[in-house]
């Protein structure tokens, strides 16, 4: 009888994987990334066309694809090293070269570059392959820190400012211009926003925000002690949803505002919080050394 065995569904699979059979629901999540990293790249064409608000839309197609396709293997189970190294790659095209290329076209007046000097230009150019290259760095880091051993008062906490949340940082300017041009208000205010200094400095800026290894939050680690926090987070964010439906350009300048507002914010809860670890093992090493001791 030891020679009749059936089969397990798993080992099936595994002869199918040997076999070259794929299932289709382990192409699903790369197709996600394919379609984030073709956003992306439609937003850098539409940006040297001077097409700016639609080059926004497309990064925001690209941006809500990111989100998914990691949930989308999760959900599937078919999550996979070739997933994983496309979606890095995806990243540094969503949020590492269509935001630098958008930035430039913006600063520089569109693909000609009418009313700026050549110095200006290539400055501009130069500030924003600094940042392209600083998220590339970031997500190359990411990388190497996975096989790493976490330290747990790093678990709840980004290495730098991740990449999406330093692409929406670096576009605000020209998402608060855009959003304030619509409106036909602050014309001074536009020029500020869109005056190749800033520009520049936010380039920089962000840049080495995102190459850094300043800690920044991540919302997975929010959690709620009771129900009032509970009510007062879906409040917080059914306003949000209202204020994008009504105008989302404003809304996401003033996000990107407040974002950079909790980096410092973050960096004081890390050490609160490496603090505390530090103090608990100090705590239990102690009682270790006494119980040693008697």
């Known amino acids: 009888m030891s020679r009749f065995r059936f089969r397990s569904r798993r080992s099936k699979r595994r002869e199918n994987a040997r076999d070259g059979n794929v299932p289709i629901k382990a192409i699903v999540p790369n197709l996600v990334t394919s379609m984030a990293a073709c956003a992306g790249i439609t937003s850098i064409t539409l940006s040297s066309e001077g097409r700016f608000q639609q080059a926004l839309y497309a990064l925001l197609i690209a941006c809500v694809c990111d989100g ?3 949930r989308v293997a999760r959900l599937l189970k078919a999550s996979s090293k070739l997933g994983a190294e496309l979606d890095s790659l995806a990243d540094f095209v969503n949020f590492g070269v269509a935001p630098a ?17 050549q110095e200006t230009v290539r400055l501009v150019l130069g500030c924003s392959l600094f940042y392209a290259l600083c998220d590339c760095f970031r997500l190359a880091r990411f990388n190497t820190m996975l096989e790493a051993p976490a330290i747990p008062y790093w678990k709840h906490f980004f290495t730098g400012v991740p990449a999406p949340g330093g692409c929406w940082m670096v576009l605000t300017p020209a998402i608060l211009a855009i959003a304030l041009d619509a409106k036909g208000k602050f014309p001074l205010l536009q020029d500020i926003l869109q005056h190749p ?15 850094s290894r300043l800690p920044t939050i991540s919302l997975k680690a929010i959690h ?6 509970l009510r007062l987070f879906m409040a917080v964010a059914l306003l949000t949803i209202a204020l994008l439906i009504s105008n989302v350009w404003l809304t996401l300048g ?3 505002l407040i974002y950079l507002a909790t980096i410092p914010l973050s960096a004081m809860i890390f050490l609160k919080t490496k603090r505390r670890y530090e103090a608990v093992v100090e705590k239990h090493r102690n009682r270790i050394t006494g119980g040693d001791a008697s």
């Open 197 to 211: 200094a800033l520009g520049c400095f936010m380039l920089l800026f962000v840049g080495l925000l995102m190459a």
């Open 68 to 70: 998914m396709d990691g």
């Open 101 to 117: 290329m958008f930035m430039f076209f913006w600063l520089t007046g569109g693909p000609v570059h009418e009313g700026f000097s």
């Open 224 to 229: 709620f002690k009771s129900r009032g926090q």
């Open 254 to 256: 003033i996000a990107g």
